[in-house]
C-alpha cells in the first residue's frame, strides 16, 4: 500500500479534524498515513510519500490559513517538479463568498500542477453552508480515491 502524507490547513479547527479523520481512515485501508499540521517541506519530504493530500480551510477572501502558509511559500520557492508524485486537494469553504470560494484548495491546486504531479481526482470542494460536518462528504471520497487508486 501508499504512504501518504496529509497537510491540513485550518482557522477553526475543522480542516484539522477532517484530516484527524482522514489518517484513521486511510490506516483502515491499509496505507502509511501521516499528518503534517503543522507542515513543513522538510518534515513532509522526509516521509518520502508516495501522495500528497491537502486538507485545507479558506480565510478571509481566498486565503490560505495561517499555519498552512508557510508550507506552500516552502513549496513554491524550493520544491522541484513532482515527477511521479501524485496529489488530492479537500478544500473547505462557503460558496457564499462566491469568487474566493475555495481559494486556498484552488492555490494549493494551480502551485501542484505547475509541479507538474498527477492528480488523482478533481479537488473536492466542502461548502459550509451546506454542509455542517466537512467529515461526511469528505470521507467517502477519500474512501472512494485510495481505494481505488492503490
Known amino acids: 500500500m501508499a ?4 497537510m491540513a490547513g485550518t482557522v477553526y479547527g475543522g480542516a484539522q479534524y477532517v484530516a484527524e479523520q482522514a489518517v484513521d481512515l486511510l490506516q483502515q485501508l491499509g ?8 507542515a513543513r517541506l522538510n518534515d513532509v519530504q522526509q516521509a518520502n510519500a508516495d ?6 480551510s479558506t480565510t478571509g477572501q481566498g486565503d490560505i490559513p495561517d499555519d498552512l502558509v508557510p508550507f506552500f511559500v516552502e513549496v513554491q520557492d524550493r520544491f522541484p517538479l513532482f515527477g511521479e508524485k501524485s496529489w488530492a486537494i479537500i478544500a473547505l469553504g462557503d460558496s457564499s463568498y462566491g469568487d474566493t470560494y475555495c481559494g486556498a484548495g484552488e492555490k494549493f491546486r494551480q502551485l501542484f500542477s505547475e509541479l507538474q504531479g498527477r492528480e488523482l481526482s478533481p479537488m473536492l470542494r466542502i461548502d459550509a453552508g451546506e454542509t455542517l460536518q466537512p467529515e461526511d462528504v469528505a470521507l467517502p471520497w477519500i474512501n472512494s480515491l485510495y481505494s481505488i487508486q492503490m
Request: proline share 6%; hydrophobic share 60%; aromatic share 12%.
Open 3 to 6: 504512504t501518504i502524507a496529509i
Open 51 to 56: 501522495h500528497w493530500l491537502v486538507i485545507t
Open 31 to 38: 496505507h502509511q498515513a501521516l499528518l503534517f499540521h503543522p
